[in-house]
């Protein structure tokens, strides 16, 4: 196991004891961690596919308003 040593606010330290009174702090800081590591990565995900749409975007053949409402309008009743 590593060690780590941080600050907090002096406020948000006196809340997180309250709130996990009793619990393994450590295990709930690892937890926390986790799951930030977690959303961190899915963020990378989400930028990495957001970036390679785009990417594909920008060699999609060009459709003129005209063909877009045509392409909805055919085939309905």
């Known amino acids: 196991m590593a060690t780590m040593n941080f600050s907090v606010p002096e406020d948000v330290k006196k809340q997180f004891d309250k709130v996990f009174a009793g619990k393994n702090k450590s295990a709930v800081l690892t937890q ?46």
């Open 32 to 77: 926390l961690m986790q799951q930030a590591i977690e959303e961190q990565q899915r963020l990378g995900r989400r930028k990495r596919a957001i970036d390679q749409l785009l990417a594909l975007r920008e060699h999609a053949p060009r459709v003129s308003d005209k063909d877009i409402r045509l392409a909805r309008t055919q085939g309905r009743p």
